[in-house]
């Protein structure tokens, strides 16, 4: 059942198939000429989780290097995680952890996304008023769980109505 | 209406129609969103998670995404139900299985194309599902559930990174696109290994039937988008719409004609092997029913096997498995029961004594 290299008659073991303007184009060589071909298979692309994973878990390995010593301290105000959290689970706390975490994140992203950097697809018709809104239902939001933790439920339930007023403008 | 309703039929996603359904199984499309306002779900408290949820049902439940929407708050459901919506492919097993019990919930399309899961990884994971290469309708689908719910809540998103989620692999279109194809010849032929690296090297994932870390049983394997950020939507569609699919689907078909052209007795003997096994055997195993099932598959498609149709045997795949079949039978059943029970249904499906 093997298939024979296209230009000799060692065993094909690099395929190809490309489709140009409708035309299918079958390439069936052996190792040798595969090589010559440029069709020899490069270092095998690692998938994305496993790629986060390592380079999360290399860099936590050297807290001796500086960068990643300071990067690992810190601490997302809003949601209380610190980068070392964040290599320990690979899960972020927090929308905000994008912002605090943005100088050590990028190029992690960069090389998780084929080296994409920045957002160009879909933008939520109401992204314009979104982001000072978001800080704003964070802030109200936290301060409704010390209010109920607190047991101040007269502050908690006025807290809730503005929460609502501001989810719920209709 | 519960989940055990929907156990005598597959799902839209396995009606067998679609184009290039003899390869493509289904298209299938997931969004990941979050709510500005509260911490991602891992991070959340109790209280801010019943908070969401409530939120979150109560608007894709006002909104009427579609009639008759199915709500199932999985915390509170049986381990069975949970096991059927997970082989129904509504709900990811980590949901299932509920780490740290979060009080989460599914909402389900009547006709089963569309699931929304409320605090999974995210606090919102759309996803739409349809039979056959749909990608274009699926999108169009999800892109207006998503337009729809972002009416009354407000999405985190930042300018740079664009939609945020828990883990960074997501960030940015929040996009998953899938496909499930079949791919037995190129099991036969070998030549499947070198499918998947090829899909690597174009940045996709390759995974079995029930996604992360699953065996590809019966052939049945998920090629699915890894980048998210810094390509549009529209970019990721046409890749997998022009080059991804049809180089898949000429690689199969390829190789389907080099079996018959190089080997067609032996390709029968495992068609019909298979068959004769399905329609005889007393004691069956999932794995080796999904193998079964693949051959036979192969053998209706190619017209070598003209004793039972596609729309059956893709039934098969699902109303074979576990929850379905005990849920079917409407019997608890021990995996040994489920074997003898497995080969009679298989058997009364399939027309034989």
Known sequence: ?170 | MTPGRMVEQAGEWLRGSGPQSDIVISSRIRLARNLAGYPFVNRGSRRQHHDLLDACRKRIVDKRLAENILWVPIDDALPIDRQLLVERHLISRPFAAGKNNVPRGVAVGGDETFAIMVNEEDHLRIQVLRSGMQLTEAFDQINRIDNVLEESVDYAYSRRFGYLTACPTNVGTGIRVSVMVHLPALRLTGEIEKVKRAAQQMHLAVRGMFGEGSEAQGDLYQVSNQTTLGKTEQELLADFEHTVVPQIVAYEHQARQLLIKQRPHQLDDRIHRAWGTLTHARVLGTDEVLQLLSHVRLGVNLGRLETTDIRTVNELFLLTQPAHLQKITNEAMNPAARRVARAKMIRQRLGAR
């Open chain 1, 1 to 170: 059942m093997k298939r024979k290299c296209d230009k000799c008659s060692r065993p094909a073991t690099h395929h190809s198939v490309e489709i140009v303007k409708g035309e299918k184009i079958e390439k069936h060589l052996c190792d040798a000429h595969a090589a010559e071909e440029g069709l020899s298979l490069q270092a095998v692309h690692t998938p994305i989780n496993e790629l986060l994973t390592n380079f999360v878990k290399l860099h936590a390995g050297v807290e001796s290097d500086d960068d990643t010593k300071t990067a690992g301290d810190l601490v997302c105000d809003q949601c209380g995680i610190t980068f070392s959290d964040f290599r320990e689970s690979s899960l972020l706390g927090c929308p905000h952890c994008y912002t605090t975490f943005e100088a050590p994140l990028g190029p992690l992203l960069e090389r998780a996304h084929e080296g994409g950097t920045h957002h160009i697809g879909k933008v939520p018709r109401r992204a314009g008023v979104a982001e000072q809104r978001q800080a704003q239902l964070s802030r109200l939001r936290r301060r409704l769980d010390d209010a109920v933790e607190a047991e101040d439920y007269e502050l908690a339930a006025q807290l809730r109505d503005e929460l609502t007023t501001m989810e719920d403008p209709s």
